[in-house]
């Protein structure tokens, strides 16, 4: 039974940071990339970063660029999105995505997402 179960997220201040955690299971973890997506109300889904299988390439939205990193333990199954200089425009819910080997060609698999509200 494929699984990705998000958590970390929550209610933070303008200028605080979180670090949102997505573990996996029912599959081999490390054959997958994975990204993180949010999606706030009444707009798309957008995808915020992405890293490599072993872990040894990222890649980040122009919008959170420098403020946000994403890292990886393939003995854990856990991918981490640790958030910076948080905005009030970061708020929505978070959802992490695996695609085996970051092939496009691939539906990948959801996990259900964590909530991040930033508000003072």
């Known amino acids: 039974q494929v699984q990705l179960v998000e958590s970390g997220g929550g209610l933070v201040q303008p200028g605080g940071s979180l670090r949102l955690s997505c573990v996996a299971s029912?599959?081999?973890?490390?054959?997958?990339?994975m990204s993180w997506y949010r999606q706030a109300p009444g707009k798309g889904r957008e995808l915020v970063g992405s890293?490599?299988?072993?872990?040894?390439?990222?890649n980040f939205a122009d919008s959170v660029k420098g403020r946000f990193t994403i890292s990886r333990d393939n003995a854990k199954n856990t991918v981490y999105l640790q958030m910076n200089s948080l905005k009030p425009e970061d708020t929505a819910v978070y959802y992490c995505?695996?695609?085996?080997?970051?092939?496009?060609?691939?539906?990948?698999?959801w996990g259900q997402g964590t909530q991040v509200t930033v508000s003072s």
């Open positions: 890293i490599t299988t072993e872990g040894g390439s990222t």
């Open positions: 995505k695996a695609v085996y080997r970051g092939w496009s060609s691939r539906p990948g698999y």
């Open positions: 029912g599959f081999i973890f490390s054959n997958f990339a």
